[in-house]
C-alpha cells in the first residue's frame, strides 16, 4: 500500500517549457488536492477535485491546469513555465469531507524553473 | 474566501517550555480545524484537529482550543522536547461542503536542549 505517490521528485525547466506533474493514488480518495510550498508562504492550494471527473480552483490556479481522468490519478500540469513556478508541489488525498480524516499527502515534487 | 493567519512565524523554546500557536479564520461558517506537522524534507502530517462543537481537545502533550467568537484557535505543546522542532500548520475548511483546506502560512518551532 503505497498511500500518495508524486512523479517525478525533481524537475528543472527552462522558462517556457512545459511539464506534467502526476500524483497517484491506492487509497480509493475521493478528493484529491494540489498544494504548492514555498518559504514564508505556507501551503496553497492550487487546485483540487472531489471526484473522477470533476476539478475545481483554488487559491493560486493561474498558470496551471489539472485533470482527473481516472478516480487514481490527478495530473497537474504547467503549459508554459515561469520561475514564479519554482517550488515544492505536494499531492494530497482524503476520503470524503474534510472532516471526517486527514489529508494525506505524497512527499512532494520539487520543480526549479531557470 | 477564506483567510487563515498564523503567528509566530518562528519560535524558540528551551525543552521542557511550553509553545503556543495561534490562528485566526474569517470564514464564520468554518467548522474543522486541524493541525498539520511538517518536519524537515518530509511531508505534513496531521497531529491534532478540533471541530467546532468542541472548546478544547488535548492529546497527550498537545492540545487545542477554540474561541469560534472569536474565530481563533491555537495549539498548545507541553513540555516541549528536541523532537517537536519543526514547522507547524494550522488550517480552516473554507465551506460547508468541506471539499478542501485553506492553511495558514507556518510556524517554525525549534526546541534548544
Known amino acids: 500500500n503505497a498511500g500518495v505517490t508524486q512523479t517525478p521528485k525533481f524537475r528543472v525547466l527552462k522558462t517556457g517549457q512545459s511539464m506534467t506533474l502526476l500524483c497517484a493514488q491506492d487509497m480509493n480518495h475521493e478528493y484529491m488536492y494540489w498544494y504548492r510550498q514555498d518559504p514564508g508562504m505556507g501551503l496553497r492550494l492550487i487546485h483540487y477535485?472531489?471526484?473522477?471527473?470533476?476539478?475545481a480552483k483554488g487559491e493560486v490556479p493561474d498558470g496551471y491546469n489539472v485533470s482527473r481522468l481516472k478516480k487514481q490519478n490527478f495530473l497537474l500540469g504547467l503549459e508554459s513555465a515561469a520561475p514564479s513556478q519554482t517550488s515544492v508541489y505536494f499531492c494530497?488525498?482524503?476520503?470524503?469531507?474534510?472532516?471526517?480524516?486527514?489529508?494525506?499527502f505524497g512527499e512532494g515534487s520539487r520543480l526549479t524553473v531557470l | 474566501g477564506e483567510n487563515v493567519e498564523q503567528h509566530p512565524s518562528t519560535l524558540s523554546v528551551q525543552e521542557g517550555d511550553s509553545a503556543v500557536i495561534k490562528c485566526t479564520y474569517s470564514?464564520?461558517?468554518?467548522?474543522?480545524f486541524p493541525w498539520y506537522k511538517q518536519e524537515l524534507g518530509k511531508r505534513p502530517q496531521l497531529i491534532i484537529d478540533i471541530r467546532s462543537n468542541v472548546g478544547e481537545k488535548k492529546d497527550q502533550r498537545i492540545a487545542v482550543t477554540l474561541n469560534k467568537t472569536a474565530k481563533h484557535f491555537s495549539l498548545h505543546i507541553t513540555e516541549t522536547q528536541p523532537e517537536d522542532s519543526a514547522v507547524y500548520f494550522c488550517?480552516?475548511?473554507?465551506?460547508?461542503?468541506?471539499?478542501?483546506?485553506?492553511f495558514g502560512k507556518g510556524t517554525t518551532l525549534s526546541v534548544s536542549s
Open positions: 494530497a488525498s482524503s476520503p470524503l469531507r474534510i472532516e471526517t480524516g486527514e489529508l494525506f
Open positions: 470564514d464564520s461558517a468554518s467548522n474543522y
Open positions: 477535485s472531489v471526484g473522477e471527473g470533476t476539478t
Open positions: 488550517a480552516a475548511v473554507p465551506d460547508a461542503a468541506g471539499t478542501a483546506l485553506i
